[in-house]
């Protein structure tokens, strides 16, 4: 063998030697029960002691499985139990369990030879609230309770003080004032009012609070006996939290705090409204339905005219918009599940249309314009189920239109009526009178170069008469934003329109500007 394959040989079996010397010597034995060793637990102020049942025994070998050696224990100054082993009835093993001096739910078990091992805290306060370990801590008992009790069900809540306690509340422990719960053993609250009280010893305060976790917002806060007065907003799954707080006086030598929460599932009869009863044709009327058992049943039938689709305006209310076309009285019914109520609505006929003495300005020809008869048709059949526009609907331009939703040209086709009309001798711009989907930009037989954006929920405006267009199908535009150029000719006067669609239904534009819809 060459030097260099005996020098690799050497240091090879030296580091087996060094490994093998580390494993047997140097590595520390974390101690450790089996399975013929009996645990026994007890005070260091009483000579009585128990031994631990199976189960306990379980959760004692786990956590001294998962023990892990800490170079000092000063900090865990507060004894809390003592554990000795026996096998065959000797003395095996004993150990001390200490908390933290600081007052944090931290533990250490120490042994007699020095030795400290940090422990995992959720299995010691498991082993603490054990039947065998309770016992032993019952001094606790003393403290006031609360008792919560909801159908057949019955829970009881014990006083915590801020600083070291627990106490086992079925399966939920609460350590330095705040309870950990276990989800299996909850109380099922459907109805608040049905929800009783009662005390050990009379507590100096206990507030109740109400808040609606998919907003955050807190619905009711006060006294215990307000409670049955409260009345929540809107159907939904609310978190309740019972909080009662005793303070030490010269009558009592304690002070703590007892907190129970559960959630409850609250069903809001549902209720509606109209904006209105009586109405013109060309406006809108708005239903609000409050409560609803299922939105998604929610309907609105009539033939007054068209209706659009509900759309959710605030927790628990949801609103939908419906057209005024057919004079009359009418029914209007608003339905959803479990829920149905009938409205009777008048709308009255609008006055005769004012003829303008000037022939219908917009007529065009050729083989690349659309049927505006197709288009209203189309688009009076498509409602998108998003709602686009916000906040207040604008005027298209500057300035009081020339002819309003009462008037029309002579001889004006039927489909064009209801629009207003605007005479410009100079340049100007047409503005989108709310935000939208650009759905069509070009030119129709009845309308001139035409841009059409809908709104989404069946609600379309229409712009007509436009020199240029400044927008291209499929474009998103917003209140304000340019649609079309109006262009005349020198010492010419040119005419552009805005008509608004409902489903179809021709709707006068000047109510809605300045106005918000299902805000």
Same mark, same amino acid.
Do not use: H
């Given at each position: 063998m060459k030097d260099s394959g005996k020098l690799i040989t050497a240091a090879l079996i030296l580091s087996i030697i060094a490994l093998f010397s580390n494993f047997l010597f140097?590595?520390?034995?974390?101690?450790?029960?089996?399975?013929?060793?009996?645990?026994?637990?007890?005070?260091?102020?009483?000579?009585?002691?128990?031994?631990?049942?199976?189960?306990?025994?379980?959760?004692?070998?786990?956590?001294?499985?998962?023990?892990?050696a800490a170079e000092s224990g000063e &900090? #865990?100054?507060?004894?809390? $139990?003592? @554990?000795?082993?026996?096998?065959?009835?000797?003395?095996?093993?004993?150990?001390?369990?200490?908390?933290?001096?600081?007052?944090?739910?931290?533990?250490?078990?120490?042994?007699?030879?020095?030795?400290?091992?940090?422990?995992?805290?959720?299995?010691v306060l498991q082993l603490l609230t054990s039947d065998t370990l309770d016992n032993l801590l019952d001094y606790i008992e003393d403290a006031p309770t609360m008792t919560?009790?909801?159908g057949e069900n019955s829970l009881t809540v014990h006083c915590v003080e801020n600083g070291w306690q627990y106490k086992k509340i079925d399966n939920s422990i609460f350590m330095d004032g705040v309870l950990v719960k276990d989800?299996?053993?909850?109380?099922?609250?459907? &109805? #608040?009012?049905?929800?009783? $009280?009662? @005390?050990?010893?009379?507590p100096h305060s206990v507030r109740v609070s109400v808040s609606f976790?998919?907003?955050?917002?807190?619905?009711f806060e006060g006294p215990a006996t307000e409670l049955e007065h409260f009345s929540p907003p809107f159907t939904g799954v609310y978190q309740m939290t019972v909080t009662a707080r005793w303070s030490e006086s010269g009558l009592q030598t304690y002070s703590g705090i007892c907190v129970y929460q559960a959630e409850i599932s609250l069903q809001k009869e549902a209720a509606s409204h109209l904006s209105a009863t009586e109405l013109s044709a060309g406006e809108l009327l708005t239903v609000t339905v409050t409560n609803p058992a299922a939105e998604e049943t929610l309907r609105v039938v009539t033939e007054m005219g068209d209706a659009g689709a509900f759309v959710k305006v605030s927790e628990g209310t949801y609103q939908c918009l419906v057209a005024a076309k057919q004079p009359g009285t009418h029914t209007i019914t608003v339905r959803c599940a479990g829920y149905r109520l009938d409205y009777e609505v008048t709308v009255h006929p609008r006055a005769a249309k004012i003829p303008i003495e000037r022939h219908y300005p917009l007529y065009e020809s050729g083989e690349e314009l659309h049927r505006f008869e197709n288009l209203t048709r189309y688009f009076?059949?498509?409602?998108?189920?998003?709602?686009?526009?916000?906040?207040?609907?604008?005027?298209?331009?500057?300035?009081?239109?020339?002819v309003d939703f009462d008037g029309a040209f002579t001889e004006a086709p039927i489909l064009t009526q209801g629009a207003l009309w605007w005479k410009e001798k100079d340049d100007a711009t047409v503005s989108a009178v709310n935000t939208g989907v650009v759905v069509y930009a070009g030119g129709t037989d009845l309308s001139g170069l035409t841009v059409v954006v809908d709104h989404g929920l069946g609600l379309y405006s229409w712009y007509f008469g436009l020199s240029e267009l400044l927008v291209y199908q499929g474009e998103v535009v917003v209140t304000g934003d340019p649609i079309g150029a109006i262009l005349p000719a020198e010492g010419?006067?040119?005419?552009?329109?805005?008509?608004?669609?409902?489903?179809g239904t021709v709707l006068d534009p000047l109510p809605l500007f300045e106005q918000s819809l299902l805000e």
């Open positions: 140097g590595r520390e034995v974390i101690p450790m029960l089996n399975e013929d060793m009996k645990v026994w637990v007890g005070q260091q102020s009483q000579g009585a002691r128990d031994w631990l049942s199976a189960e306990e025994m379980d959760i004692m070998v786990s956590l001294m499985q998962t023990q892990k &900090d #865990y100054g507060e004894f809390v $139990l003592a @554990f000795g082993a026996t096998e065959n009835d000797v003395q095996a093993m004993n150990m001390s369990l200490y908390r933290r001096s600081n007052g944090t739910n931290e533990f250490m078990l120490k042994y007699p030879n020095g030795k400290c091992y940090s422990v995992a805290t959720r299995q919560v009790t909801q989800p299996t053993r909850l109380i099922e609250v459907d &109805d #608040y009012t049905d929800l009783q $009280l009662s @005390f050990s010893t009379e976790p998919a907003t955050g917002q807190t619905v009076g059949g498509i409602a998108t189920p998003e709602r686009y526009w916000v906040g207040a609907f604008a005027a298209p331009m500057e300035g009081e239109p020339s010419e006067e040119q005419w552009t329109g805005l008509q608004m669609t409902l489903s």
